[in-house]
């Protein structure tokens, strides 16, 4: 199963995550991912991510100076990306749960036919 498949859905609350903690715009969130072992995350990927929860309100962007060269645009979690989070988190947890019991009480049975 290729990764990308699992991370449908996923990558909106880890991007919402990163958001939430950090004073961060595009570039350096696709770096952040990657240093959490998101590799095959490019630009390509995140940015249309970004425009879909600008859309939806769950973020913001504010153009602001920058040292190192041109203006950039920092990404802000909104109030309804924090309630989105929570929610988010809640289904997460207890989707993790349900597939770790499966795999736990499964584990005897071989993964070949």
């Not at 919402?16 to 696709?30: P, Q, R, S």
């Not at 490019?42 to 939806?56: A, D, I, R, S």
Request: proline content about 3%; glycine content about 10%.
């Amino acid at each position: 199963m290729k990764e990308t498949q699992l991370l449908k859905g996923v990558l909106d609350g880890c991007v919402l995550h990163i958001i939430a903690n950090h004073k961060i715009y595009g570039y350096e969130l696709v770096q952040k991912l990657k240093q959490y072992g998101f590799d095959t995350i490019v630009g390509g990927t995140v940015y249309p991510l970004l425009q879909k929860l600008e859309k939806m309100n769950l973020i913001e962007g504010k153009i602001e100076k920058s040292l190192d060269g041109p203006d950039r645009k920092y990404l802000y979690i909104t109030p309804e990306g924090k309630a989105y989070l929570m929610q988010f988190d809640a289904q997460w947890l207890a989707l993790v749960g349900r597939v770790a019991e499966i795999i736990k009480k499964e584990d005897g049975e071989s993964y070949e036919n």
